[in-house]
């Protein structure tokens, strides 16, 4: 990763806004619930260097608070889909029968519905607020990973090493932790990273919509839909918020392509034979 100016521009983006999240109260210069309305939508100054909004309330400070709940939920919602995802799809692959139809045929359900839509509906019948959308949003993309597990375990369980150590007694458990899931922990990484963009960008979408994180707690979603409703007066609220959004989607889109690149086998055979060539 440290010859990829991609990657490294991501990864320091990322943790930039880690610590931001961090320490946000010591970061940000104002209350970001305070209100001031003889302040309201003034332009970007040396006070308030990204402008206000409409309640006076400093754009700065609520941009940083918003990274908590995008990372919060980008994160926790992954880790849900991947703990629920992962070992339903290596059971799967690993029993066949009616188990692994079982399976597909919840998958092929849940993904019959967008991600975003089946998120939603979830968040519609539970109620709002960053652990809400964590459930929902991680619910949303179990289908993903139970794929890409199952899909990795049938190829795995057909290897030599994993029919030798079924020959020697093991049982589904012993091989799905020492056998399948070394071998398709790659490509889980991969789209986790992946994953944790689109789940950001679902948080704000939600919120966007008013179903996500709820005024006055700052999101980048609900700051896009109050820089909307004053597009004309206040058009930097809607630029600057958006435009930390896609930087934080495009920083985790770079790692994962990244990542991919390292844990590509093929790629690691190209560079070897590349490598032996040269010299």
Do not use: C
């Not at 001031?36 to 309330?57: C, K, L, M």
């Not at 629920?84 to 799967?92: C, E, H, N």
């Amino acid at each position: 990763m440290t010859r990829d100016p991609g990657a490294l521009i991501g990864a320091t983006f990322i943790a930039a806004l880690f610590l931001i999240a961090l320490f946000a109260p010591v970061i940000a210069p104002f209350d970001p619930t305070a209100q001031s309305i003889v302040n309201a939508f003034a332009p970007p100054s040396w006070t308030h260097w990204f402008g206000t909004d409409e309640y006076g309330r400093d754009l700065l400070s609520r941009v940083i608070y918003g990274t908590r709940p995008a990372l919060a939920v980008g994160l926790l919602s992954v880790v849900l889909a991947v703990a629920i995802g992962v070992p339903l799809g290596m059971i799967a692959g690993l029993r066949g029968g009616y188990v692994d139809l079982a399976v597909v045929g919840l998958v092929d359900i849940m993904m019959s519905f967008p991600s975003l839509l089946l998120a939603l509906m979830i968040v519609t019948l539970v109620g709002s607020g960053v652990p809400v959308l964590v459930l929902a949003i991680g619910i949303a993309n179990v289908p993903i990973f139970i794929r890409l597990a199952r899909s990795s375990t049938l190829l795995v369980r057909e290897l030599d090493f994993v029919s030798a150590s079924r020959t020697f007694g093991a049982g589904n458990v012993w091989v799905m932790g020492h056998h399948v899931m070394p071998n398709i922990i790659g490509p889980i990484v991969v789209m986790g990273t992946l994953n944790i963009a689109g789940a950001i960008r679902d948080e704000a979408a939600l919120s966007f919509l008013g179903l996500g994180v709820q005024p006055p707690q700052a999101s980048w979603g609900n700051l896009i839909r109050e820089g909307v409703n004053g597009i004309l007066t206040a058009p930097w609220i809607v630029l600057i918020s958006g435009f930390v959004l896609a930087l934080a989607v495009l920083a985790f889109n770079m790692i994962g392509d990244s990542i991919r690149d390292i844990l590509d086998p093929r790629d690691v055979t190209r560079t070897t034979t590349s490598s032996v060539r040269t010299k």
